[in-house]
Protein backbone atom coordinates (compact mmCIF):
# COMPACT_ATOMS: atom_id res chain seq x y z
CA UNK A 1 0.00 0.00 0.00
CA UNK A 2 1.72 3.45 -0.74
CA UNK A 3 2.16 5.95 1.76
CA UNK A 4 0.39 9.19 2.28
CA UNK A 5 1.69 12.52 2.80
CA UNK A 6 -1.82 13.95 3.77
CA UNK A 7 -4.61 12.74 4.72
CA UNK A 8 -8.87 13.62 4.29
CA UNK A 9 -10.99 12.58 7.27
CA UNK A 10 -14.91 12.92 6.62
CA UNK A 11 -17.29 12.54 9.05
CA UNK A 12 -21.01 12.23 8.00
CA UNK A 13 -24.02 10.45 9.11
CA UNK A 14 -27.23 9.38 6.65
CA UNK A 15 -30.97 9.70 7.07
CA UNK A 16 -31.95 6.17 8.76
CA UNK A 17 -34.25 5.22 5.66
CA UNK A 18 -31.52 4.93 3.39
CA UNK A 19 -28.74 3.40 5.71
CA UNK A 20 -28.75 0.49 3.55
CA UNK A 21 -28.40 1.92 0.62
CA UNK A 22 -25.90 4.46 1.73
CA UNK A 23 -24.11 1.12 3.18
CA UNK A 24 -24.38 -0.10 -0.86
CA UNK A 25 -23.61 3.17 -2.57
CA UNK A 26 -20.48 4.26 -0.33
CA UNK A 27 -18.62 0.52 -0.51
CA UNK A 28 -19.57 -0.28 -3.95
CA UNK A 29 -19.18 2.93 -5.99
CA UNK A 30 -18.22 5.73 -4.01
CA UNK A 31 -15.41 5.06 -2.30
CA UNK A 32 -13.79 2.83 -5.26
CA UNK A 33 -14.41 6.01 -7.66
CA UNK A 34 -12.63 8.12 -5.25
CA UNK A 35 -9.35 5.90 -5.45
CA UNK A 36 -9.61 6.29 -9.23
CA UNK A 37 -7.87 9.57 -8.83
CA UNK A 38 -4.73 10.30 -9.18
CA UNK A 39 -2.55 10.99 -5.99
CA UNK A 40 -5.48 9.13 -3.68
CA UNK A 41 -3.03 6.38 -2.16
CA UNK A 42 -5.92 4.14 -0.14
CA UNK A 43 -9.02 4.65 1.79
CA UNK A 44 -10.73 3.18 5.06
CA UNK A 45 -14.50 2.99 5.83
CA UNK A 46 -15.76 2.95 9.37
CA UNK A 47 -18.55 2.66 11.61
CA UNK A 48 -19.01 3.66 15.18
CA UNK A 49 -18.97 0.99 17.70
CA UNK A 50 -21.47 1.96 20.31
CA UNK A 51 -23.53 5.15 20.30
CA UNK A 52 -20.99 8.09 20.57
CA UNK A 53 -21.03 11.62 20.07
CA UNK A 54 -20.90 13.20 16.48
CA UNK A 55 -21.66 11.28 13.29
CA UNK A 56 -22.17 7.45 12.68
CA UNK A 57 -19.29 7.24 9.64
CA UNK A 58 -15.87 8.09 9.12
CA UNK A 59 -13.79 7.89 5.93
CA UNK A 60 -10.04 8.39 5.65
CA UNK A 61 -8.31 8.79 2.47
CA UNK A 62 -4.56 9.47 2.30
CA UNK A 63 -3.28 11.43 -0.37
CA UNK A 64 0.30 11.68 -2.52
CA UNK A 65 -0.43 15.53 -0.86
CA UNK A 66 -3.25 17.67 -0.08
CA UNK A 67 -2.95 19.08 -3.42
CA UNK A 68 -4.59 15.66 -4.96
CA UNK A 69 -8.01 17.77 -3.84
CA UNK A 70 -7.76 20.43 -5.68
CA UNK A 71 -6.75 18.96 -9.34
CA UNK A 72 -9.55 18.24 -11.62
CA UNK A 73 -9.67 14.56 -11.75
CA UNK A 74 -11.01 15.01 -8.29
CA UNK A 75 -12.62 18.55 -8.61
CA UNK A 76 -14.58 16.06 -11.77
CA UNK A 77 -15.58 13.99 -9.11
CA UNK A 78 -17.42 16.82 -7.01
CA UNK A 79 -18.73 19.00 -9.80
CA UNK A 80 -20.10 15.73 -12.02
CA UNK A 81 -21.47 13.45 -9.54
CA UNK A 82 -22.65 9.83 -11.04
CA UNK A 83 -26.71 9.53 -10.68
CA UNK A 84 -26.40 7.35 -7.46
CA UNK A 85 -24.01 10.06 -5.13
CA UNK A 86 -26.32 12.87 -7.00
CA UNK A 87 -29.37 11.00 -5.68
CA UNK A 88 -27.21 9.57 -2.03
CA UNK A 89 -25.87 13.78 -1.01
CA UNK A 90 -29.27 15.01 -0.08
CA UNK A 91 -30.05 12.25 2.58
CA UNK A 92 -26.42 12.67 4.11
CA UNK A 93 -25.66 14.62 7.16
CA UNK A 94 -23.71 15.44 10.13
CA UNK A 95 -20.83 16.34 7.30
CA UNK A 96 -17.59 17.29 8.90
CA UNK A 97 -14.57 17.35 6.31
CA UNK A 98 -11.02 17.89 7.50
CA UNK A 99 -7.77 18.28 4.93
CA UNK A 100 -4.53 17.44 7.14
CA UNK A 101 -0.91 17.39 6.54
CA UNK A 102 0.51 14.04 8.41
CA UNK A 103 2.87 14.36 10.59
CA UNK A 104 4.63 11.19 8.84
CA UNK A 105 4.13 9.60 5.79
CA UNK A 106 1.42 6.62 6.68
CA UNK A 107 0.14 3.38 4.17
CA UNK A 108 -3.53 3.84 6.37
CA UNK A 109 -4.41 2.28 9.30
CA UNK A 110 -4.52 -1.65 10.01
CA UNK A 111 -6.42 -3.79 12.09
CA UNK A 112 -10.80 -4.02 11.92
CA UNK A 113 -10.99 -1.14 14.44
CA UNK A 114 -9.94 2.21 15.34
CA UNK A 115 -9.26 4.41 17.46
CA UNK A 116 -9.64 8.29 17.14
CA UNK A 117 -9.09 11.22 19.30
CA UNK A 118 -8.96 14.64 18.08
CA UNK A 119 -7.30 17.59 20.15
CA UNK A 120 -6.55 21.46 19.54
CA UNK A 121 -3.68 21.68 21.95
CA UNK A 122 -0.30 22.55 19.79
CA UNK A 123 0.98 19.39 19.38
CA UNK A 124 -0.55 16.82 21.23
CA UNK A 125 1.09 14.05 22.91
CA UNK A 126 1.10 10.61 20.72
CA UNK A 127 2.00 7.83 22.18
CA UNK A 128 0.03 5.65 21.48
CA UNK A 129 -1.16 7.34 18.15
CA UNK A 130 -0.12 5.21 14.75
CA UNK A 131 -1.67 8.49 13.31
CA UNK A 132 -0.92 11.87 13.21
CA UNK A 133 -2.16 14.19 11.24
CA UNK A 134 -3.10 18.37 11.79
CA UNK A 135 -5.81 19.90 10.14
CA UNK A 136 -5.07 22.71 7.11
CA UNK A 137 -7.03 25.50 8.49
CA UNK A 138 -7.61 26.82 4.63
CA UNK A 139 -9.17 23.90 3.13
CA UNK A 140 -12.34 24.22 0.68
CA UNK A 141 -15.30 23.42 1.72
CA UNK A 142 -17.53 20.49 -0.48
CA UNK A 143 -18.82 22.59 -2.94
CA UNK A 144 -22.55 20.61 -2.86
CA UNK A 145 -22.64 21.04 1.15
CA UNK A 146 -25.66 22.60 2.16
CA UNK A 147 -25.23 24.30 6.19
CA UNK A 148 -28.16 21.85 6.87
CA UNK A 149 -25.74 18.92 6.21
CA UNK A 150 -22.77 20.53 7.89
CA UNK A 151 -21.60 19.22 11.29
CA UNK A 152 -18.33 20.88 13.20
CA UNK A 153 -15.89 18.25 14.83
CA UNK A 154 -13.90 20.63 16.62
CA UNK A 155 -9.73 20.42 16.95
CA UNK A 156 -6.76 21.07 15.01
CA UNK A 157 -5.07 17.56 15.12
CA UNK A 158 -6.17 13.84 14.54
CA UNK A 159 -4.94 10.95 16.47
CA UNK A 160 -5.85 7.39 15.25
CA UNK A 161 -4.68 3.88 16.30
CA UNK A 162 -5.49 0.95 14.23
CA UNK A 163 -6.20 -2.26 16.50
CA UNK A 164 -6.26 -5.61 16.00
CA UNK A 165 -9.26 -6.23 18.11
CA UNK A 166 -12.21 -3.69 19.39
CA UNK A 167 -11.97 -1.86 22.28
CA UNK A 168 -13.81 -3.43 25.66
CA UNK A 169 -15.33 -0.76 26.32
CA UNK A 170 -15.61 3.38 25.98
CA UNK A 171 -12.82 5.34 26.29
CA UNK A 172 -13.58 9.14 27.55
CA UNK A 173 -12.61 11.56 24.33
CA UNK A 174 -11.77 8.89 22.34
CA UNK A 175 -14.09 7.66 19.30
CA UNK A 176 -14.28 3.76 18.41
CA UNK A 177 -15.36 2.33 15.15
CA UNK A 178 -14.78 -0.91 13.19
CA UNK A 179 -13.95 -1.39 9.35
CA UNK A 180 -16.22 -1.25 6.88
CA UNK A 181 -15.20 -2.89 3.59
CA UNK A 182 -14.52 -1.32 0.31
CA UNK A 183 -15.38 -2.64 -2.94
CA UNK A 184 -18.20 -5.18 -4.34
CA UNK A 185 -18.68 -7.76 -2.40
Do not use: K
Amino acid sequence: MPEAAALLALWNGVDPAHAAEYERWHAEEHVPERLTVPGMQWARRYAALWPQPGPRYLTLYGLRDARVLEEDAYQRLLREPTPWSARMRPFLCDISRWVCRLAAPHAGPQGGWLQLHTASAAEPACQHADLLAERLPDAAPLPWLQDSQALVVEGRWLLARGLAQPPACPVPDTLAYAALPVGVP
